[in-house]
């Protein structure tokens, strides 16, 4: 059964450093994993997916690797913004024929002006 | 981009009753659509997958005769919590693929309900 675990939990940083959020899955067969964003009492925001054959994506300040032999994955955020505050979460789609996501517990960013 | 809504966004109710939220896709069709549940501080958990024109598949550990899935049409899909006790309390949340795009594949996430039960 896969597990996704995020570290840390929480985070807390000056606004304007550059952070990074991991995510490791305990079984690399994946097919995607990818970063949503949440929001307080709000849905997910899909940030970044990465497809099992990729090592990055980006998007604007955000880049997102994959190191699927090693069951990791990292977040990266350049020139963190107050706007930025949110929880992430990371998930792996485990299968070409299921849509079902695992995900992690999250980590709590918060960037403090 | 392709938006899911639900309704309603926060519902309290007394122990013992029933609450239906509804999840439906705006602007694609969805086969398939996922039931999530969050506690505070906790991952989503998958409840259950709802299939258009069929029966839900349950996760395990979830009740399917207290969470009932209606998935009657091609956007909407419906979970009613029965009988509904204070620790089913939580957020729940419903995903919908768009199926076949294989280069942007993605899950479209609903905005969530919050279900308080006294």
């Known amino acids: 059964k896969q597990e996704v675990t995020q570290i840390p939990a929480a985070l807390s940083v000056p606004e304007g450093e550059n952070l990074v959020l991991n995510c490791s899955f305990t079984d690399s067969a994946i097919y995607n994993l990818q970063w949503f964003r949440q929001d307080p009492g709000k849905g997910l925001t899909s940030l970044l997916l990465i497809q099992s054959s990729q090592r990055e994506q980006t998007s604007g300040r955000l880049n997102a690797s994959l190191d699927k032999s090693s069951g990791r994955s990292t977040l990266y955020i350049a020139a963190s913004q107050p706007g930025d505050s949110a929880t992430y979460l990371c998930a792996v789609r485990s299968g070409a024929g299921s849509y079902q996501l695992t995900f992690g517990k999250g980590t709590k960013l918060s960037v403090i002006p | ?118």
């Open chain 2, 1 to 118: 981009g392709a938006v899911v809504s639900q309704h309603p966004s926060r519902v309290i109710c007394k122990s013992g009753t029933s609450v239906k939220i509804e999840c439906r896709s705006l602007d694609f069709q969805a086969t398939t659509m996922f039931w999530y549940r969050q506690f505070p501080k906790q991952s989503l958990m998958l409840m259950a997958t709802s299939n258009e024109g069929s029966k839900a598949t349950y996760e395990q550990g979830v009740e399917k005769d207290k969470f009932l899935i209606n998935h009657a049409s091609l956007t909407l899909s419906t979970l009613t919590v029965t009988s509904a006790h204070p620790e089913d309390s939580s957020f729940y949340i419903c995903s919908a693929p768009i199926l076949g795009q294989k280069v942007k594949e993605t899950q479209y996430f609903g905005p969530g309900t919050r279900l308080l039960v006294l």
